[in-house]
């Protein structure tokens, strides 16, 4: 199964918003409403940040949120901080081989 | 609360076989709900899926890893395992296990709703 498209690279300055895209197919990210998303700093393991496309697990900011139209999801990070700096990967089950796929991942820059 | 801890050897040789364990600590690997997976993450690269496997036994696996791989549980020591045959450089990487919820009966698991608990990671180097 190939990998879900997300950008790069993506900026933004204290205090604003900014939205990363996972684009899939039909057979995952527009088939089923099971996206998920992870923040990585350098050196450490994933935390889950958002799941099921828009709920947010116990403890994590409400200035993370998720979406989802047609075969694209979005995270959405607003006010933006400094210890938002880092890698975002998406997640989607994927009907291709009844498991999972990841996203290239999203660096994040706070300037 | 859960804890995941992952352990195995730090090099192996070309075409030999990458073997770890993930140990769960805080809770029962058997108390259903949960599929167990594994991950990777070569170096400067992105997340990789390797597969998972949950209550009922069942295994699930990334296509391209299918003919190498087998991940198998262990409920008497309350860990889970990763076997990936014949390895070559290209299997150097982070490999990290985790915990994702679901719905799961005695047969089958539905729903993802995220991996809400990850091992620290181990660096496998693939080298002679």
């Known amino acids: 199964q190939s990998a879900l498209t997300q950008p790069a690279s993506v900026s933004g300055s204290p205090g604003q918003s900014i939205t990363i895209s996972c684009t899939g197919t039909?057979?995952?990210?527009?088939?089923?409403?099971?996206v998920s998303w992870y923040q990585q700093h350098p050196g450490k393991a994933p935390k889950l940040m958002i799941y099921?496309?828009?709920n947010r697990p116990s403890g994590v900011s409400n200035r993370f949120s998720g979406s989802k139209s047609g075969n694209t999801a979005s995270l959405t990070i607003s006010g933006l901080r400094g210890e938002d700096e880092a890698d975002y990967y998406c997640?989607?089950?994927?009907?291709?081989?009844?498991?999972?796929?990841f996203g290239g991942g999203t660096k994040l820059t706070v300037l | 609360q859960v804890q995941l801890q992952e352990s195995g050897p730090g090099l192996v040789k070309p075409s030999q076989t990458l073997s770890l364990t993930c140990i769960v600590s805080?809770?029962?690997?058997?108390?259903?709900?949960?599929?167990w997976s594994w991950i990777r993450q070569p170096p400067g690269r992105g997340l990789e899926w390797i597969g998972y496997?949950?209550?009922?036994?069942?295994?699930y696996y990334k296509s391209s890893l299918k003919s190498r791989v087998s991940i198998s549980v262990d409920t008497s020591k309350n860990q889970f395992s990763l076997k990936l045959r014949s390895v070559t450089a290209a299997d150097t990487a982070v490999y990290y296990c985790?915990?994702?919820?679901?719905?799961?009966?005695?047969?089958?698991?539905?729903?993802?709703?995220?991996?809400?608990?990850w091992g620290q990671g181990t660096t496998v180097t693939v080298s002679s």
């Open positions: 985790a915990r994702e919820g679901g719905d799961c009966s005695s047969n089958s698991c539905f729903g993802h709703y995220g991996m809400d608990v």
């Open positions: 805080g809770g029962s690997i058997s108390s259903g709900n949960y599929y």
């Open positions: 496997i949950y209550p009922s036994g069942s295994t």
């Open positions: 039909s057979s995952d990210v527009g088939g089923y409403n099971y």
């Open positions: 099921e496309v828009s």
């Open positions: 997640n989607s089950y994927t009907s291709s081989s009844t498991g999972v796929v």
